[in-house]
């Protein structure tokens, strides 16, 4: 049975930086795209980006491309995010997700799920 560990999250300042990890542990982990999500107060769960099997990338959310980037170390089983020219309004919980084969664009697609990090950028 797959489990994801993310770590990484604190605190920054306005236009700092952050990297997220998540760890999968179990069988057949390569076999999984692993997605990122986050939780910001009064918005809904949204998808940030998604690293597949192969390699492709998909990115769900245009107004975080170019800020935001997923990345994958395959000897360590982990899945990165880069977060790059952080705003308060990107302050909530992030999640990664996993789901076999191939990223997907529901949220609901994707299981299990880490136990969630936050994420607080403020002065």
């Known amino acids: 049975q797959l489990r994801l560990v993310e770590s990484g999250g604190g605190l920054v300042q306005p236009g700092g930086s952050l990297r997220l990890s998540c760890t999968a542990f179990?069988?057949?982990?390569?076999?999984?795209?692993i997605g990122w999500f986050r939780q910001v107060p009064g918005k809904e769960r949204e998808g940030v980006s998604c690293?597949?099997?192969?390699?492709?990338?998909?990115n769900y959310d245009d107004s975080m491309e170019g800020r935001f980037t997923i990345s994958k170390d395959y000897a360590k089983s982990t899945v990165y995010l880069q977060m790059n020219s952080l705003k308060p309004e990107d302050t909530g919980v992030y999640y990664c997700?996993?789901?076999?084969?191939?990223?997907?664009?529901?949220?609901?697609?994707?299981?299990?799920w880490g136990q969630g990090i936050q994420v607080t950028v403020s002065s």
């Open positions: 179990g069988l057949n982990v390569d076999g999984y795209a």
């Open positions: 690293f597949s099997p192969s390699g492709t990338i998909t």
């Open positions: 997700a996993a789901v076999w084969s191939s990223c997907r664009r529901t949220a609901t697609d994707f299981a299990p």
